[in-house]
Each structure stands twice: as C-alpha cells, then as structure tokens.
C-alpha cells in the first residue's frame, strides 16, 4: 500500500501490518480490494497509449532524422512522451482510484466512500472537473521513470547484444540480433528497478495531492509544495 495516512492514522505510517488491521476494522476484508475496478479498467488503456506512444514517438524522431532509433536520445524522449500521453489520458481513473483506497479521518471531516459512483460524485462536486487532475504534475515527474526504464533498457540489451556477438565470433558463428528471452526480461526488470527508485517520491507526492480536504482545506496543493511540506515534517523517509 504506497498511499501515506494521516490525522488519527499518522501513528501508522511505516507499520504495515497496524495499517492492515486498520483497514480490516474499517472495512473488513473487503477493504484490501478497493480501487481494484478502477486499476483493471484503467490498466489496458494505460498501457495500451504508453506503448502506441512510445512506439510512434520512437519511429517518428527516427523518420524525421532528429533522433535515430536506438540513440539515447530517442529513447529518453519516446519514454517521456509515452507516459505523458498516457498520464493526461487516464488520470480521473487513478485519482477515483486513490481517494477509495485511502484511509478518511472522520475527525478532520473527512468521508469513507462506499461506491466509485458515490466517490466520482463527491469530487465533481467539491472540486469541480480539476480535481479529476490532481495529482498530474507528479505523474508528469514521474514520466522521466518511463524515460530512464527505456534508456536502462536500451542499452543494457545493446551491451548484453555486443557481448554475445562477441563471443558468437570467437565460435566462428555469425552475428545475431536476437537475445534468449530471458534475457530480455531481466534487463527489463533491472531497468524497471533503478528507474522506480530514482523517481519514487513523486508517487508519495501524488497521493498526497489526491487526499481528501482536512476540515475543508486542502494541505497540499502543488507538487513542490508537498515535497517541501513532506520533507519538512518527515525527512526524506517520508518520501
């Protein structure tokens, strides 16, 4: 569960197991599922536009000899765009999928929601189509974790490519350009790992961002606000 908790649930923070028997009292069983409609509805357009994106931004800075295939730069930029695109598309999904999932502080007025149309409801309401966007600005920082995965990517399969050819010419065999698959999975996953460390905090600044107001006010209200806010009252273990 990456959503921080607040107010009467502060004391929780960094426990997962008192979180977890939180949510069982508040909710029941049940309550370990919420935001799961939302993620299986939201995951196959997310990922649908991040690769058509990334492909067709990949193949047009190749076309238009900006950036050639391959190059660092095309794949820096096909990254980023790819997740902007997906980002700006998909993210009511995930901010309906964020406030079902965290934790309310009835003390601060805050409400549990029972339902995603009670929930889509609620923030139509108070804060208007906008707060279907909160939380954007940290999602567009956290495109560079798309940007840095596909640059990782890249280039550890040319290097593990050039090693094996390498060798494959010491065998008196002919050149490749193909890797066995599992290869390509765990350079994927390597990828995948450093870029998720690199660019983790904006996702503690994005949840924060798409919290219920706290007795009517919202505590964070931009994304450096909140990692100023964050780091100022946690440290950098609060990121």
């Not at 700006?88 to 549990?112: C, E, F, S, Y």
């Not at 889509?120 to 956290?142: C, D, P, T, V």
Request: charged share 20%; glycine share 10%; with cysteine.
């Amino acid at each position: 569960m990456s959503q921080a908790v607040h107010g009467e649930f502060a004391s929780a923070a960094g426990h997962p197991v008192t979180i977890a028997q939180k949510i069982l009292a508040e909710s029941g069983v049940r309550g370990f599922w919420k935001g799961l409609r939302p993620t299986l509805i939201g995951i196959i357009p997310a990922r649908s536009i991040y690769f058509y994106a990334y492909e067709q931004t990949k193949r047009n800075l190749d076309r238009k000899e900006w950036l050639p295939e391959g190059s660092v730069g095309n794949a820096i930029v096909s990254g980023f765009m790819a997740g902007v695109a997906s980002n700006t598309l998909t993210n009511p999904i995930w901010m309906v999928k964020t406030r079902m999932q965290l934790l309310a502080d009835h003390t601060a007025g805050q409400v549990a929601y029972n339902s995603y149309g009670e929930t889509i409801n609620a923030i139509m309401k108070e804060e208007g189509i906008g707060g279907f966007y909160k939380g954007l600005s940290a999602s567009y920082w956290g495109c560079t974790e798309g940007a840095i995965q596909f640059l990782l990517y890249e280039r550890v399969k040319s290097r593990l490519l050039d090693i094996t050819n390498e060798q494959r010419e010491k065998d008196g065999l002919p050149p490749t350009k193909q890797l066995p698959k599992k290869t390509y999975f765990f350079s994927a996953a390597f990828a995948k790992g450093i870029a998720s460390m690199l660019t983790y905090p904006h996702e503690v600044a994005r949840t924060r961002l798409r919290e219920q107001a706290r007795s009517g006010v919202f505590k964070y209200k931009g994304m450096w606000s909140s990692i100023g806010i964050i780091a100022r009252e946690e440290g950098r273990g609060g990121e």
